[in-house]
């Protein structure tokens, strides 16, 4: 899922792991992200992209929007990738 947007960070979800995250397509830990999260929330025009493949549980995915939206940030969207096949 590449970003277009000089000014946003990817954050992905994977299910391999089931709680594993990614930021710009690095593994990074809950701990990490929380860091990385509070250097985005100090730039207004920072926009956090959510991308999580079909088997990541909704939860999870409002877990981490949740968390984002605590920390500070404001912009949030989701990245979506269209199926192959697809007209």
């Known amino acids: 899922f590449p970003s277009h947007d000089k000014n946003a960070c990817t ?24 860091i ?23 939860g999870r995915v409002a877990e981490v929007m949740a968390l984002a939206q605590a920390e500070g940030v404001v912009r949030l969207s989701f990245l979506t990738q269209a199926k192959s096949g697809n007209k």
């Open 11 to 34: 954050l992905c979800i994977t299910a391999a792991a089931g709680t594993e995250l990614e930021l710009n397509g690095n593994a990074i830990s809950k701990e990490e992200f929380v």
């Open 36 to 58: 990385q999260l509070k250097q985005i929330a100090q730039n207004p025009k920072s926009q956090l992209q959510i991308a999580a493949d079909q088997m990541v549980p909704y």
